[in-house]
Nanobody, 120 residues
């Protein structure tokens, strides 16, 4: 079993920044992938950013949704068992509940989500 806990959401003005943190309950070195998705009411959950090959020291397995490219950065800290999502130049369209996801041994695990609201 894996528990994932997100933190770092909140209210931010357009153009501002937030850093989301996903803390895993176990060592993430063996995870196949970890990522962030988001969801707004009435819409499907969409993948924002993902790191595959967690145990690879390089970031060759990093991928972003088109809406996140150039503004969001996903990165990991294996020692701390966390994955971060740095979000810059935030827009009102980024308002959503953000969920952390991990894939391990053929199973997907999800956190409870953290609300991000971009509004003036």
């Amino acid at each position: 079993q894996v528990q994932l806990v997100e933190s770092g959401g909140g209210l931010v003005q357009p153009g501002g920044s937030l850093r989301l943190t996903c803390t895993a309950s176990r060592n993430i070195f063996s995870f196949y992938s970890m990522g962030w998705s988001r969801q707004v009411p009435g819409k499907q959950r969409e993948l924002v950013a993902v790191i595959t090959k967690i145990n690879d020291e390089s970031n060759v397995g990093v991928n972003y949704a088109d809406s996140a490219k150039g503004r969001f950065t996903i990165f990991k800290d294996i020692i701390k068992n966390v994955v971060y999502l740095q979000m810059n130049s935030l827009k009102p369209d980024d308002t959503a509940v953000y969920y952390c996801n991990a894939h391990l041994d053929g199973r997907d695990y999800w956190g409870q989500g953290t609300q991000v609201t971009v509004s003036s």
